[in-house]
């Protein structure tokens, strides 16, 4: 549930736009930034204040890889696995970081620190293979980089 700041700034958000639905992917955001993740109670909050139904916020949250529908640790740490990095060694990078954490694709470790996910596309081909960690790119990763990481 949206706490009274949320709601205030959601209703800012969705004030901006000419069609409310306009504000979803903003929302979502703001969603993701309060819990961490994409709750149900979040998605059916979005809805609501949108007036779309539950399905239509969901199709959206699940349709782009930002947004998570399951809580996450304390440090997202996304591997490319898209063709410049596949090519490049990005398997073998993502083979070592679970090998070291324990965890295969979008699971976290038990400790609650690290959750590892592979991307389709962290748009930095040239620096080809690209190790996340929140959203901060590594670039040019060797399976020993990214372990010292």
Do not use: W
């Not at 706490?3 to 000419?18: F, H, N, T």
């Not at 740490?77 to 679970?98: H, I, M, P, W």
């Not at 620096?127 to 590594?138: M, R, W």
């Amino acid at each position: 549930m949206f706490s009274s700041e949320l709601r205030e700034k959601a209703q800012e958000l969705i004030g901006r736009y000419p069609v409310s639905r306009s504000a979803l992917l903003p929302l979502l955001h703001l969603v993701q930034s309060q819990d961490g993740y994409l709750s149900d109670d979040g998605i059916a909050e979005c809805a609501g204040l949108l007036g779309l139904t539950k399905a239509e916020v969901a199709a959206v949250a699940t349709f782009y890889t930002m947004f998570k529908r399951q809580p996450m640790g304390k440090h997202l740490v996304s591997v490319c696995t898209n063709f410049s990095c596949k090519v490049r060694g990005a398997q073998d990078v993502y083979e070592r970081l679970v090998d070291k954490l324990g965890v295969g694709h979008n699971e976290t470790t038990a400790d609650g620190t690290f959750t590892l996910e592979h991307a389709e596309c962290l748009g930095n081909c040239e620096g080809a293979p690209i190790v996340s960690v929140d959203y901060y790119n590594y670039e040019c990763m060797t399976p020993e980089g990214a372990e010292e990481l």
